[in-house]
């Protein structure tokens, strides 16, 4: 037999082999080993995936020329001083089947030559390096034989790395596709390239890649390919992922006491997965959130894909390790998903929910109240951490001459179309018959940014109850910042002591501004009027008596 007949090749497709029709015989007969340099590009999304890669090449495969330089004829055959017990044990790893023991066998040319055969009961007699791998993706999970056969030889490497003729390099910016490239330059063959640096929080691990510089023609009416060239420059997906980071998003910046905060985490799975990598969402609640166990749902959602729900204790389990569910700052509910392989490149996401309770602190250098919920590493080291607040408002009830009114009484409410929210917990936050102290403060907490209607129910013992009873809204906006809107009667005022309200023993002492000044006006000129009217009336009395007389 004769190793000239033309072959079919590996397809360019990183860590597969693909796209496979040899024909040829596997005996090594003398040839030519094509030695020209090629450059080799991997290409990746995010150049940290090209960053600090320890990228070793080893060859499997040299490329021989058979016939002329006019005329070649290409074929393969296994590189030199390869270990064929090593070479043997990958093969058989892979699947194939009745493994030549002959040492006159080139190893690497028989085994591309193979094709899938059954027996008359179905059963597979051997195996090929499918075609189909060239359509399947590249990450850890898939049962080719192309894959089996990569995995095998990095498990147990039967090559010798092969000297680049210029070293591996990361390149400045991105190509004309928007990738970003690393080059590496050696004689034409087919390699393993084996990335040696081990995963990082911010990189994965490559996965094997066997690449060539082979290009095949088109198919013949038999389904046969022939090398037509073996100096073509491979472009090649680098087989890594970079790691993205947890994320946490809560849906409410700010909340009133006793509303449901819902809390969604995020990781994309890497593909492929790294050996030995772990899933696990260590969230870590704050004071004043209350954590519902019932709540929490896990799913995975392939890209473009559509969500699935996980089963807990069986896709996942949860460590709760708060006290009575509420969070503390310290301790922590702990997810873990049980076989992250099963998910590779698919994004998990945990959501649940809290209640805010009356436990919040007070935010450094604020007024108002806050919900930390931190997302922390293993170490404990935060990841991110969101917040909602909780805010509050005061006024000062004073009389007409600013002096604090203790006894007057007033009530919080959420009118239609208003955007507040009151809290749950009447006992720590009440918002009904709130009165004012001895310092004349009315305090309305809990709360979350909206608006709200503030009305007085009771006036300060001996003093004026308005008609209709006074009432104003106030303005929380997300940054605490607190605004009073006016009242009919204009006791409503700010300045830069803050909201006062005040109550008057009588109309006389209502301000001159807003409404009630204009009301007063028009009582004032009433009077006038009715004056007038009556001198006039006196007036002409008076003239008639007198014409009587």
Do not use: C
């Not at 597979?124 to 791998?133: A, H, K, P, W, Y």
């Not at 991105?174 to 929080?201: C, H, M, Q, R, W």
């Amino acid at each position: 037999m004769n190793i000239r007949k033309p072959m079919a090749l590996l397809t360019a497709m990183a860590a597969l082999l693909g796209g496979l029709a040899f024909g040829a015989t596997a005996h090594a007969d003398e040839g030519t080993t094509v030695t020209t340099d090629v450059t080799f590009t991997f290409t990746a999304d995010n150049k940290a995936q090209l960053e600090n890669r320890d990228l070793k090449a080893y060859k499997i495969a040299d490329f021989v020329n058979y016939g002329t330089t006019d005329k070649p004829t290409y074929g393969v055959k296994t590189a030199a001083n390869a270990n064929r017990d090593k070479l043997t044990s990958a093969l058989t790893t892979a699947g194939f089947q009745n493994i030549p023991t002959d040492n006159s066998v080139d190893l690497m040319a028989w085994s591309l030559g193979q094709k899938t055969t059954k027996n008359d009961q179905g059963t597979v007699t051997q195996v090929e390096f499918n075609q189909g791998d060239t359509g399947k993706p590249w990450g850890v999970g898939t049962d080719s034989v192309s894959r089996k056969f990569a995995d095998a030889l990095k498990e147990d490497n039967p090559f010798y790395e092969t000297k680049a003729t210029t070293a591996y390099a990361v390149q400045a910016g991105k190509n004309a596709e928007g990738k970003y490239t690393a080059t590496v330059t050696l004689p034409a063959g087919i390699y393993l390239f084996l990335d040696e640096a081990a995963s990082t929080n911010t990189v994965t691990q490559a996965i094997p890649m066997i690449v060539n510089t082979g290009t095949l023609s088109d198919a013949d009416t038999q389904g046969n390919r022939t090398l037509t060239l073996v100096t073509t420059a491979p472009t090649i997906n680098m087989k890594n992922s970079a790691a993205s980071e947890q994320q946490k998003t809560v849906d409410k910046t700010s909340a009133s006491v006793g509303e449901t905060l819902n809390y969604t985490l995020t990781y994309t799975i890497p593909n492929p997965v790294p050996e030995g990598f772990t899933l696990t969402f260590k969230d870590q609640p704050g004071k004043g959130l209350t954590y519902d166990p019932n709540s929490l749902k896990v799913t995975a959602t392939p890209t473009n894909g559509t969500a699935t729900e996980l089963t807990a204790n069986t896709d996942y389990t949860v460590t709760n390790n708060l006290t009575d569910n509420k969070g503390d700052g310290s301790k922590t509910i702990d997810i873990a998903i049980t076989t992250p392989v099963t998910y590779a490149g698919q994004t998990i996401t945990v959501t649940y929910q809290g209640t805010v309770n009356n436990e919040a602190e007070t935010a450094s250098g604020h007024d108002w109240h806050e919900v930390h919920n931190k997302l922390v590493d293993a170490n404990g080291t935060p990841i991110t951490d969101v917040t909602t607040k909780v805010f509050g408002f005061s006024f000062t009830k004073v009389d007409a001459q600013g002096k604090a009114l203790q006894g007057a009484k007033f009530k919080l409410s959420v009118e239609d179309g208003q955007t507040g929210v009151l809290p749950t917990d009447t006992t720590n936050y009440p918002y009904e018959n709130i009165e004012s102290g001895s310092d004349g403060k009315v305090t309305f907490n809990g709360l979350k940014a909206g608006t709200y209607t503030v009305t007085e129910t009771s006036p300060a013992d001996g003093y004026l109850a308005m008609p209709g009873n006074l009432t104003f809204t106030v303005t929380i906006s997300e940054d605490g910042a607190v605004a009073f809107g006016k009242d009919t009667w204009g006791l409503v005022s700010t300045d830069s002591n803050g909201a006062k309200v005040t109550n008057v023993k009588s109309v006389t002492e209502l301000p001159l501004t807003g409404g009630m000044g204009i009301i007063l006006f028009g009582v004032a000129s009433l009077i006038l009027a009715s004056g007038a009217a009556i001198l006039a009336v006196r007036a002409r009395r008076t003239r008639m008596a007198l014409t009587m007389a």
